[in-house]
């Protein structure tokens, strides 16, 4: 544990808002105090991509089933973020909204979390079908094409819950150059595919890179989304640290830099990269309240699900990093928020805080 950030840097701001607080409260609270120096306070989104079930090499359950829902989200996930009175983000896929008794379950979660939109291309019309496995990347539709999917997505969206989704992400993190003109004009808020630091070239998806992005939320440039422009939408990135070995040209693109993700690691190494991005964000702009996204799918926390947890263990594992980045997150009086809450965050905190654009 980093010895100088346990000290009460947030002593301004005596534990969690009680629940119910409204949020433009809590992102007026006053920035906590050490000696002379004022800081930023800390926020956490857990941004969850929420897809049918799949397997190993994410190859599609066969027929399709939801038990990532079932007892992923109603009896894993959800009964931990609400004893740490945590609000998750949902990114609900296609599969998912056309399923009634998906759609049932999200709606009474509701109260409780944020719903937002996720679009893995195959599920959508036009031209929707049940795929082996999920490998498009949006940015390679025509956009027109993209235009229908994401519309397609926003209306059963709206048909499920009857209001307007405010946060989105592609599948495969595959946003391209159509991508934030086409979700702006669909009345999106929050726009979180980018992947800091990440090129995903031999995804299969060439020149998809976001080496240089920002890792704190911007006002994206439509045409290159991870680079600051004048969107209307609000980037919230994926919270990812570059490591020192990704400096090196050539060994640097084949090494992972540090995810916010209790996928894989261990809950000192995840924590560790909060503290991090933290510290870091407070160097960079000491007034500006610091965001931190951290990301995973609704099926890793069951056995089988996904290619990252084949037995009870390896998914207890991930759900036992979870919950050590939420008790960070208590400790530290970090509230966890909804990615939709984000511009509002930013736009009540000090005018020298505002959401930088080019
Ligand atoms: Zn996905």
């Known amino acids: 544990m980093c010895g100088w950030f346990t000290a009460p840097i947030f002593e301004g701001f005596k534990g969690r808002p009680a629940p119910g607080t409204p949020l433009g409260q809590i992102a007026n609270a006053a920035p906590a105090a050490v000696g ?17 079930d799949k397997g190993k090499g994410w190859r599609s359950r066969r027929p399709m089933s939801f ?10 996930l959800h009964p931990l973020f609400e004893r740490f009175g945590a609000k998750p983000t949902y990114l609900l896929s296609p599969e998912v909204l056309r399923d009634a008794g998906c759609v049932e379950t999200f709606r009474k979660l509701a109260p409780s979390c944020e719903l937002g939109t996720h679009l893995h291309g195959e599920y959508a019309e036009p031209g929707a079908f049940d795929p082996d496995v999920t490998s498009v990347f949006q940015r390679d539709y025509a956009p027109d094409v993209e235009r229908q999917k994401l519309t397609y997505l926003t209306d059963l969206f709206i048909r499920a819950f009857d209001h307007q989704p405010q946060s989105f992400r592609a599948g495969r993190f595959g946003i391209g150059p159509a991508s934030i003109g086409i979700l702006e004009s669909l009345g999106y808020a929050v726009e ?24 704190q939320p911007y006002r994206p440039d439509p045409e290159q989304p991870g680079r600051p422009g004048s969107s209307g939408m609000l980037e919230v ?29 261990t809950a000192e190494r995840l924590v560790r990269v ?36 084949s037995n009870e263990e390896e998914a207890r594992g991930i759900l036992d990093r ?7 997150a208590r400790r530290e009086a970090i509230s966890v928020v909804g990615l939709g809450d984000v511009p509002e965050i930013l736009s009540m905190s000090a005018p020298q805080a505002r959401v930088p654009s080019a």
């Not at 160097?283 to 056995?303: D, G, K, S, T």
């Not at 979870?322 to 960070?328: G, K, P, S, V």
């Open 36 to 52: 002379k120096y004022a800081m930023s306070r800390a926020y956490l989104c857990v941004s969850i991509d929420t897809e049918s």
């Open 67 to 76: 038990e990532g829902i079932t007892d992923g989200v109603v009896k894993r």
């Open 192 to 215: 979180s595919s980018v992947t800091p630091h990440m090129d995903w070239t031999s995804s299969g998806a060439p020149g998809l890179s976001f080496q240089g992005a920002p890792s």
């Open 237 to 265: 990135p994926v919270t990812i640290r570059r490591r020192f070995l990704n400096a090196i040209p050539g060994i640097g693109g084949r090494v992972e830099p540090r995810w916010l993700r209790p996928t894989r690691g």
């Open 274 to 309: 909060a503290q991090d991005e933290i510290a870091e964000a407070r160097r960079a702009a000491p007034h500006r309240p610091v965001i931190l996204n951290a990301m995973f799918h609704n099926v890793e926390v069951v056995p089988d699900t996904s290619p990252y947890a």
């Open 322 to 328: 979870l919950r050590a980045l939420l008790t960070f």
